[in-house]
């Protein structure tokens, strides 16, 4: 399947509002989870179903929804309908390949992003689509798959850590953008870490594996950047936004979020060329291989090829070779033999094939 | 002929308006087909030529108008007439080889595209000019050639599903566009798959075949994105025009359709620049198969040629060479000599040849 | 001569104003031709000096007025006090190695431009350049060289057909930049048919008179490309200057002069990159050259070596070579070189060297 | 560890505010100074706490506080309480892998760039943070090491030298900055030395040491580019900065920055082009080194093994070879073969070859 | 001493204003010279010392004081305090490794420029700073070295001939950077010329000095655009400066100005890219040749090693050849070497590789 852009066969022509899950893989059932908090009071609930879960939501409180699993569409459009988000967005939440964007209406704040985690095991970087949605009194995230990822966030909540419980809830919509564009950081540099290590293999060594691993590297490295090139056009929208949904002092923190994406995009860029110059240094080491393979062809050749001549004069089997019956003819051919050999190397050497 | 840029010959110095057929291929006759609907009425007819088509327009309902074939002037100036179209865009429809771009006038919108179709059979991908035309109640779609294009839509429409039936002209006006710009996504989708299905294949293969394809994909991917980027700026265009034939309840769905379209543009570089990697990689495996072989050149040469030479000296004819009398001669010259080719052996095997 | 910056030696330190003629060649008179028209009258006088063709200039019509020739500074300043022209203007017509630009002043709008010519034979390109100004009731067109470059437009306006005579002087002002626009697109699909004549080519043959073929193309594209990008930034002033010269009726046409100009810039864009991959795609066949010559030498030298190996041992003159003297061991000798050069024929139709 | 981003593997999920050093090295303690000048008064105190470094203030001087280390937190926050520094910019300031940019706030302009130091030992280039942060009679330096580099400035306080005693913070503000960009030059000057010295051995020379050479200032240059980059950002915001911090005296200086740094800029782009000018230089002339093998292996492959094969034909030891019994047939052969020699010479030196 | 950045060590941490010589030579002497003129009066004197120099001074006239050498600084800085000019100007005028710019103030307009200077006999390009003052009724020239750059101009003015003497001294500061701007199409023509001439040669030939011209005009070229691509940004920024020192009827020609910065950029562009081109020309010849000498090589060796191991066979002592004892086996032999070598020969034609 492609890696770069989700098959989308069955779409074409589709009404828009139809919602089509075209996700990595389902899990079997959705799961949500309010978790609902102001300075003092603290309550999380954990629902399978959408109705339930809307309960517990509370009118003077700051409202966490997260729901994990997109694939039941009934249960998706059950929340959208409660907090009035529209059927186009409602579409782009379970439709899993959009672009990340920011759409601005009148209740609501949405913004699509991907968050990328990052597999040791095979050196590789998935994407998986998170849709953040602030209103008011809320933040809603949709995740394709159950993760770890903001378990942090969840501790410090819980434990009233930080400045999470006294803030609005735009305060912690921004930790989770936070939190997604730190995961950046750290995918860039565990893929940057790997190819700074090939640095110093790539000079000793022409084996093919390298040259795998360069385009590995290569292909990770552009995976990552089409998750955050477009995050950094939606943290710039953020900074320039006039949603009177993120308050003054929320503002210094959106716009640390923007230098952290543009930070990201130059240190990916770094990388891009450094992996560049590893390919063109590979090449140039594969040359240099191929010249010594040829030196040492050409040493021999050179050499012996004269040298197995002059033997093969003295092979001839005429009635009248004067040279043959001199007594010490062979001796003296064999010191011919050597001294061109000698002057050969000496050639050689001069011009530094040897 | 040229597929980039159809032949223009008999164009040069010709007044505006003065119309030219370019396209691929004529179809015998032109088709007209009026869909005329509002929420509870829907007709639909089809006629040869436009005068009849023109009778069945109703003036208080949406009518869509689809023409298939464009090499009949006659009956498309008539259209032109009825609509109040310019020359100049009477004159763009006919001549196939426009850019895409949208002109704006006091009653019309008049948008020109390429619709791709990806073939299968060769994986190759075609593009026919569409031209759209959105007027207060009507919308009007001119096509190079007879297609099953847009019968998702029209089955739809017909059948009253969605939201067409209940909207004005300008919802259908984007469900086209819509459809187009789905068909775009797909037809990269087809030959992003033939450039990753290729990755695996490029870093066992260095068959001419390989290169051959890989030429392929950047080719047809260009020839996409020659349809694409200028669509991008149509749908910018269409994004913040200010004609009021767009309803601003239609706006947030125009606005998709960018997302859509630079989503579409990043994916295409993408693949463009994988498939400047393969090459790459192409390029890199040929030079490590031609150290192969040289490699293994080189070992035969070294191991044998100096042998060789060991045999000729004792095949001279001189009177004295000592050694030839000797009674092992023979098997200690054997020993050398496989002494000798062991010690190449191991010299090579050093060297990471072998 | 340098042909991509013509000679401007004795410019240097020159007043602005000094008019120094640096064209390609010079004719041996300037030709002086004026055509003035309405709807009803048509009037058309060619003179050798400027002073007669000036009294045939017509007060209440459209007087186009053409000058072939530019070197008789004499005759061109004469023309340029008529109508008001700067000495800067009067020097930039006269020495024609200017960029591309635009010039409003009070009376007039100066549009210089260089109009290209595809020399079928040679398969080259080249530029004159052309001077224009439109004022309120006539064109001024100063050309390099005598050509039939606007004949279709002359044949019109004699014959009354289109627009031209029934509108003002700005649409024939208009009607002469698109025939250079036309022609543009011309030489772009002139060269642009040999580049992708080319294509299949490349893949079977290696040449050289290919790799000098392609550097040919690359260059008249480059040679194009000079003219039309700074002719792309003049269309756009023209659609965005407010010059009260160009009527409201005829700022569509302008409009799409410009979309001419884009798509001319793209197309061109599109042949350079296939130009590029022809290159490439020429560099890799070399490589895969290389491989099979590589190919051949080291199975021919991987067989024979080894067998004239043998040969030569039982070449050597012991006294005591046991095989030498059984009865069969030439026939033996024969079976294992037979043997081992089907071994090593089979190793390389394993390795595919076959 | 990744050079090009520091770690920052425990920070994913941390509140901001949190402050975690991940620089370089940790000094033992940090080191306080302070220094309050007008034009007659001077004073410098130096504490190893922020406490008693906070009392040696002046209110009617202009003060110049100096941090070096930052891992003691405590100590950071607590001169960032007595300035009124916001929690996200005392993060910053002890996350010294921030990108260089600015901050305004009400009371203070807060700068981060790098210090880069030139290490000649090794041809390498270093990075430091350093915060600067302007107040109106105040400025606050925190350096991640103890370094001589502001010397220079400091001795001309002392010895009341120049403008700075004269003038306001802003100035002093200034002067620091102006000292970085001048280090910028310096550093640039001494890797580009390094490259302009290559330049002339890369044409003698093709030894694998060059190669490394030329990737190492490829990457010191890379790693030099990353600071001044964003530092050019930098001054081009504090140009257009409006803040009442920077008086209309200094502003020449602040543009004078800019342009300095721009020509920074412009220069790291040159060193960059001519160090891959430098690549593809080795690159060509490995390919002429192979070809020179080549011409080596071929001439002698050519000359003597045909030669060989002339003296195998006369060493067969068939019953009839007329040739063997005519008395000069020896010499006859030498003949044969010396002119075939001859002429084999001849024709490598019509190519070229020799 | 790196060509492309003088050398500031010594300029770290020096106050602004501070100024330091880092200039190509110094002349033992500077030079002073005005020249006062209206339309009637016109008086030149030559002094060698800034006081006696400003004593000549003209109110009612136009001014023009041309200082060739920099190194006296208090000479300078006696000019400096005169005209009013800020220190950090001075320190600019001195220091002449200035990236072109304009600094605008309340009485002086100051512009840095570089003039380039083409030495014909070794095709290098040198640069000297210009500094050009232009005040209410004078113009400064400041110019590291002397040199006959502006004489044209002078004879100009004694002898009244063109606008000069009739103009203010706005148009004399025009007359010189428009000489300055036509001695860069000259030094830009000088080495295109080079350039396109190397175009026929590359192909072909392929000895190593062609490549070490290449990448000679690649420098001299890139040398070239460090001092024009920022003289474009000063033109633009005269072009768009609201100075009253720029008097209206002066505009247009500054606008000349910028248009013909902007054709030497685009053609230094050109021929950037045509060297590139010959340089890729050179390797893919480079690989041809290669490949004709592996050719060379191949055929020498198919051939022969084949016949040469046929006689080896004949060369065995093996007591029972049966072959050897036949009469004619001689001639067979040769028979069927010949025949075998036309085999190969055929083969190879058919390859094309003869």
Redesign the interface.
């Known amino acids: 399947?492609?890696?770069?852009?989700k098959?989308?066969?069955n779409?074409?022509?589709?009404?828009?509002?139809?919602m089509t899950f075209i996700g990595r893989k389902k899990m079997e059932k959705p799961r949500f989870r309010i978790m609902s908090y102001d300075e003092k009071n603290f309550r999380e609930k954990e629902t399978v179903d959408a109705a339930s879960m809307l309960t517990h939501l509370q009118k003077n409180a700051v409202n966490w929804i997260n729901i994990d699993g997109l694939h039941d569409h009934k249960e998706i459009m059950e929340v959208g309908m409660a907090f009035n988000l529209?059927p186009?967005v409602l579409e782009?939440i379970v439709n899993t390949d959009?672009?990340p964007?920011v759409?601005e209406d009148d209740d609501n704040l949405v913004v699509f992003l991907k968050q990328l985690t990052y597999e040791a095991s095979d050196h590789s970087v998935h994407a998986d689509q998170i849709t953040l949605i602030l209103g008011e009194n809320y933040v809603i995230s949709f995740q394709e798959e159950v993760g770890a990822f903001?378990?942090?966030?969840r501790e410090?909540m819980r434990q009233n850590?930080?400045?999470?419980r006294t803030s609005n809830s735009d305060y912690l919509f921004y930790?989770i953008i936070?939190?997604i564009a730190?995961?950046y950081?750290?995918c860039?540099?565990a893929i940057?870490?790997l190819v700074?290590e090939n640095e110093t293999n790539i000079?000793k060594n022409v084996?093919?594996e390298i040259?795998?691993k360069i385009?590995n590297h290569?292909?990770e490295i552009?995976f990552i950047r089409?998750a955050v090139?477009?995050a950094k056009d939606v943290t710039k929208s953020l900074k320039n936004a006039e949603s009177k949904l993120i308050h003054e002092s929320t503002r210094?923190?959106i716009?640390?979020l923007d230098?952290i994406l543009?930070?990201s995009m130059?240190?990916i860029e770094?990388?891009y060329?450094?992996i560049g110059?590893q390919?063109?240094?590979?090449?140039?080491n594969?040359?240099?291989?191929?010249?010594d393979?040829?030196?040492?062809?050409?040493i021999?050749?050179?050499i012996?090829?004269?040298?197995?001549?002059i033997?093969?004069?003295?092979?001839?089997?005429?009635?009248?070779?004067p040279?043959?019956?001199?007594?010490?003819?062979?001796f003296i051919?064999w010191g011919v033999m050597v001294t061109l050999a000698i002057v050969m190397l000496l050639y050689f050497r001069r011009k530094?094939?040897l």
């Not at 903001?150 to 966030?153: E, K, Y």
């Not at 390919?279 to 140039?284: D, E």
């Not at 012996?304 to 001549?309: E, Q």
């Open positions: 399947m492609a890696r770069f852009l098959s989308r066969k779409l074409v022509g589709q009404a828009p509002g139809a529209s186009l782009d959009q672009r964007k759409i903001f378990n942090t966030i410090r850590v930080g400045k999470i930790r936070d939190t730190d995961n950081m750290l860039i540099g940057g870490e700074e000079l084996n093919k040259i795998g385009y290569k292909q552009s089409k090139r477009p210094p923190y716009n640390d230098d543009i930070h130059e240190t770094i990388y060329t450094m110059d390919l063109n240094l590979y090449n140039t594969l040359s240099n291989r191929a010249n393979v040829m030196k040492v062809l050409t021999f050749a050179a012996f090829i004269p040298l197995t001549f033997a093969g004069i003295y092979g001839t089997n005429f009635d009248n070779v040279e043959l019956h001199y007594k010490y003819s062979y051919m530094k094939w």
